[in-house]
């Protein structure tokens, strides 16, 4: 099951172990949407566009990547780790609505409301919501138990408190508004922390991790969570749109506190990588088979886009 | 724990029975939602508005009423009870978007976007249909594999397929078209008929029910279901808004094929009555103990409000 050998000498190929694990994400995100033809097809259309639009797929990679640590029964794993990708991808289409950041590019392509309206955006987004949670419920030869574990994680780290959508209130309560580092680590600890955080845990619940384990885990995927949002945030202001896949200086043009503004360009990298060292000390904390979870910090860090 | 013998012979007195399980359910719902004080406080408060705007709590009194045919135990019979009204308070507060149908009056007070703002109520939908199956994945005393099976079976009556926001979907597109009364039921059995068929099945699912004590009573929530909505449409041409606390005559102005108009006021009565008696019998067929059930089916089609 495991397509790398995380323990080898050899470093991994971190490249490569993501363009494996996202096809097969693909392959089984269109085994578990509703088909597009099944009527209503235009809301089947809508929630297939965004989540197949081309992104990184680094939760349900996180979880796959944890969850092989354990030898995770990949019949339980996939859909897991998809259900993630299905929240992540709600959220994004949410969040680029007219009423909240009001965005028309993401993923390299026009958003789900420019593309469908408004109003399919908007249930287009609850249906994915929706059928994560219907993913997470379907037999999966997981014990019943550690599934209903999963499914409690998800919905804690999707709710309001110190969890996604709690963070993206705080986001918009905070725009124009001068914060401090604290409040913006409490932002992004929410809103982008809390489901990497929850990736990481959900690969390590599936793969049957003890609880030293999935202690040392949470760590490294709290450090890696953060980091991914600081690296956003340089990557926000030093590249293109057409690099991002999304509006670059977005941030920056609603005058958002950002981690770029705060600490300066390389003082944010600085933090980044601290963040990141300290994450694969988790990781190492955690099993000597988590060299996989060491290089994808790595990458969240150095990636450009 | 049952308040009312369901199978003594003197009638039920159900406006007493939903005064008394609607008292029960709002302590519920207090105890699962977050606290308003608890940050961020907004959305908290976003969401409680909504849940405590005095709703009739139809859907979690029919899974209540049914489970208690079974002798339910309340610790998990509540919670799950809770869950179907959270997510029906989602639904509404995106219904009423302006993106979708754009209404400012609902359970007698001004809708969420309006006090909220619109990006507040998106969010407090998503956080309440997220909260419901943090509330569904929670120890409740029930066998896990049963547990499951209600989330489950929640997920499936929420989604797109036959199910809640599919019936919204094809409530959408049938705005100003001309459409016939197999299509109106399509849509109806879709966006009210399946989260009230489901509120049936999870109380019978909870309780323990068989098989065929399963198919009755779906068969008793599929008709009781139906007969609400053309109710539903029967009042929202015969009522004021002050009396309904939402806007009357809504899909008459914005020119949605309803029962009334289909089958003209008399015509959408006597088919209520009629799917009210067939519930009725299959209530009957279900249990001996049901005529909570068969008086509920009556107060559906009875109501004024």
Known sequence: MRAFPSNSAAPVAVGEYFRQKSAQVDEWLDRLLPREAEPPAEIHRAMRYSTF??????????????GEIFDADERALLPAACALEM?????????????MDDDGLRRGRPTCHVVFGEAMAILAGDALLTQSFRTLAEPAGLGPERQLQVIAEV???AGTVRA????????????????????????????????????????ALVGGA????????????????????IADDVLDETSTSEQLG??????????????????????ARERAAALCREAIEAARRASREARLLEEIARFIVERNS
């Open 53 to 66: 639009a081309g992104g990184k797929r680094l939760r349900p990679i996180l979880a796959i990547a944890t």
């Open 87 to 99: 929240i992540h991808t709600y959220s994004l289409i949410h969040d680029d609505l007219p009423a």
């Open 155 to 157: 919905a804690q780290a």
């Open 164 to 203: 996604l959508i709690g963070g993206q209130v705080l986001d918009l309560q905070s725009e124009g508004k001068p914060i401090d580092g604290g409040r913006l680590d409490e932002i992004h600890r929410a809103k982008t922390g809390a489901l990497i955080r929850c990736a990481v845990r959900v690969g």
């Open 210 to 229: 003890g609880e030293r384990e999935l202690a040392h885990l949470t760590e490294y995927g709290e450090k890696a969570g953060l980091a991914f949002q």
């Open 246 to 267: 999304k509006t670059a200086g977005k941030d920056a043009a609603k005058n958002k506190a950002t981690y770029a503004a705060l600490y300066g360009i390389a003082g």
